[in-house]
């Protein structure tokens, strides 16, 4: 048995299949698409494997990689876009969870900008880690899609590097949103929040036309 199989993080594996199969309900990963992680030490997360269910994920649906994408078990192949997860987790040692959704939402309205999207005014900008007040400006960038994880990936580094991803997410155009945070429930939250607030803001553009 390898000192890394998933059985070791059954409490954290169970925990992150919650996330997965709320955030599938509300139809926000339709299609087996989107991908989760969760960091177990400071080298190996727990991410998704390709091609699952979100909606109806169990551990059997899981995998270990560590930081460099590599899978504990050979065998499994984890999701095409572990290369964004890993990298963040290498950015920052505070973030422990990585989720990637892919919302109508999100994917219609990362069209529909040619900049990042500024968002001000709302109480649930406050869902944010550090921000204080509705009045506070926050900005979510957005990146344009690529099937070259790795680029995808290197244009994270630059844009965390210039202090842009203090919104704990971005977009990725015609793709969908990655959010992530210090704890898996912060993550969620994060999500949570981004998700209504783009919502917002579409049903407000809606409604000027």
């Not at 992680?37 to 080298?43: G, N, Q, V």
């Not at 965390?160 to 971005?170: E, K, S, T």
Request: a negative charge; proline letters at 2%.
């Amino acid at each position: 048995m390898q000192p890394l199989e998933l059985p070791s993080f059954r409490a954290e594996a169970d925990a992150l299949c919650d996330v997965c199969r709320q955030f599938g309900q509300r139809q926000w990963c339709l299609a087996t698409g989107g991908n989760f992680s969760l960091r177990i030490d400071r080298t190996h997360c727990l991410i998704t494997r390709s091609g699952t269910d979100k909606s109806q994920l169990t551990v059997d649906g899981l995998m270990v990689c560590d930081l460099d994408g590599a899978p504990a078990d050979a065998g499994l192949r984890p999701s095409a876009e572990t290369a964004v997860h890993t990298c963040l987790y290498k950015l920052d040692e505070r973030i422990r969870s990585v989720l990637h959704t892919h919302s109508v939402t999100s994917t219609v309205i990362s069209r529909a900008e040619n900049a990042d999207l500024v968002i001000r005014g709302f109480e649930m900008q406050k869902a944010i880690d550090g921000v204080k007040s509705h009045d506070e400006r926050l900005v979510v960038p957005i990146l344009d899609n690529t099937q070259d994880i790795a680029r995808l990936a290197e244009t994270v580094r630059e844009r965390f590097a210039l202090g842009h991803m203090q919104a704990c997410g971005f977009l990725v155009r015609g793709h969908g949103l990655y959010a992530w945070g210090e704890t898996l429930a912060a993550a969620k939250r994060h999500v949570e929040g981004l998700e209504f607030l783009l919502s917002c803001l579409w049903q407000e553009r809606l409604l000027e036309r």
